[in-house]
């Protein structure tokens, strides 16, 4: 059973266009953290949302955290050719203790 | 950098070998984590230890696991009689005691990649 459960799982657009990424649970977190990977590194954190309906903004990128604590979304506005890579969503029930991932979107954005 | 760190970076063995890799965690940071993370998989816990202690294991971590964190700072992760289904990605993330503002980050290094044939 996924705890987490991240659409879509692929993403391929193109330069300039749109996207919101998703990240579900029927479970109540602590906080939540995204992170960016690419291809043979490990995760690179983005940000941290705590706080239910909590807006966080990165450049492009905006981050919602739910106001029941149970789901985030990810939206990046004009994407660009180097935003392409995974993006995963990770869950603490409890603070400073393990993360629970979701499987990850897969964005390409294409020139 | 005083990011995390991993070694090595890369490692092919063949199965029912041994092998151990090294995380060394951002210095000031407490607690460390092991995740492993396979194609197409989001990263999943293995063990995790504040300091020297190991808090909590997953049902992940068979009996051919071990992972140390003798003196804090540095831990080991070792794999015996390693399988073909061992083969993955081993993450390693460290994570301060205190929280940044109300949230606690951890933060990874950049894995290590093992390949059983």
């Known amino acids: 059973t996924q705890l987490l459960e991240q659409s879509p799982q692929f993403l391929s657009i193109q330069e300039g266009e749109n996207l919101t990424v998703y990240c579900n649970s029927s479970?109540?977190?602590?906080?939540l953290q995204w992170y960016r990977q690419e291809p043979g590194e490990g995760p690179v954190l983005l940000v941290t949302v705590v706080t239910g309906g909590e807006v966080k903004k990165l450049k492009r990128l905006t981050f919602q955290f739910g106001d029941a604590r149970k789901d985030s979304s990810l939206h990046i506005t004009a994407a660009q050719p180097g935003d392409t890579g995974l993006y995963l969503c990770a869950g603490e029930f409890r603070g400073n203790t393990p993360l629970v991932f979701g499987k990850g979107t897969r964005l390409s954005v294409i020139a | 950098d005083t990011g995390v760190s991993q070694d090595p970076r890369h490692k092919i063995t063949k199965r029912g070998q041994n092998v151990t890799f090294r995380c060394d965690p951002i210095?000031?940071?407490?607690?460390l984590y092991w995740y492993r993370q396979t194609l197409g998989q989001g990263p999943e816990f293995l063990t995790y230890?504040?300091?020297?202690?190991?808090?909590?294991k997953s049902r992940l971590l068979s009996d051919r696991f071990s992972a140390e964190r003798p003196k804090g700072s540095f831990s080991t992760l070792e794999i015996q009689r390693t399988e073909q289904g061992d083969s993955a990605m081993y993450l390693c993330?460290?994570?301060?005691?205190?929280?940044?503002?109300?949230?606690?980050?951890?933060?990874f290094g950049p894995g290590t990649r093992l390949t059983v044939t």
């Open positions: 479970s109540v977190f602590s906080s």
């Open positions: 993330a460290s994570s301060p005691l205190e929280p940044k503002g109300s949230a606690y980050e951890q933060y």
């Open positions: 230890f504040q300091n020297e202690a190991q808090l909590e």
């Open positions: 210095s000031e940071h407490n607690r």
